[in-house]
């Protein structure tokens, strides 16, 4: 996902010193996640990170059967328009990324057991961002992503977050 992070929002580039647009093909399942709706199964951290940054769209869907040699997956285009602001405002990206890391690595597992893994500390912080810690990370709105963010940096608790579980 570094091709997420080294874009900025065109409001942030100089004039005329940004992409307009970028049309680029996935393995039709990736495309999919990268083009999920948020609150369905296929919401993953691709899916956060990509549209925190872009707006996408599906294009066509190619069959493997049309590649020389023939592929045995199918593919999707996928275009991408830079967002003239993050979804995520004031936030870096490798921030948001520890956070979707984290949240979703526990896939299917609500918010609060993340966060309880790391004690009290970790209950303060998701307590002072107001989410509802029995939601899941595809359920989040954008404005969770920013509630939780802001708590993570404004408790110091980014380099614990990036600390292995097991660690813990």
């Known amino acids: ?39 369905s199964s296929l919401w993953t951290r691709l899916s956060v990170n ?30 991408f328009v830079p967002r003239n602001n993050y979804q995520v405002q004031g936030v870096d990206t490798h921030v948001l990324e520890t956070v979707c890391q984290s949240l979703f690595c526990t896939r299917r597992k609500m ?27 595809e359920m989040l709105s954008w404005e969770m992503w920013q509630s939780l963010c802001r708590a993570i940096l404004d408790h110091d608790f980014l380099k614990v977050l990036k600390q292995p579980h097991e660690a813990k």
């Not at 599906?58 to 049309?66: C, F, T």
């Not at 918010?111 to 990370?137: C, I, K, M, P, T």
């Open 111 to 137: 918010v609060r057991h993340v966060f309880h893994q790391y004690g009290a500390q970790g209950e303060a912080v998701l307590a002072a961002s107001g989410v509802d810690g029995n939601l899941r990370a």
């Open 1 to 39: 996902m570094k091709w997420i992070h080294v874009t900025k929002p065109a409001s942030e580039k100089p004039v005329g010193c940004y992409v307009a647009s970028m049309t680029l093909m996935f393995q039709k399942e990736v495309a999919e996640r990268i083009t999920a709706k948020p609150h």
């Open 50 to 79: 990509s549209q925190n940054a872009f707006t996408t769209e599906m294009g066509s869907i190619i069959r493997g059967g049309s590649f020389i040699p023939s592929a045995k997956i199918d593919a999707g285009v996928v275009r």
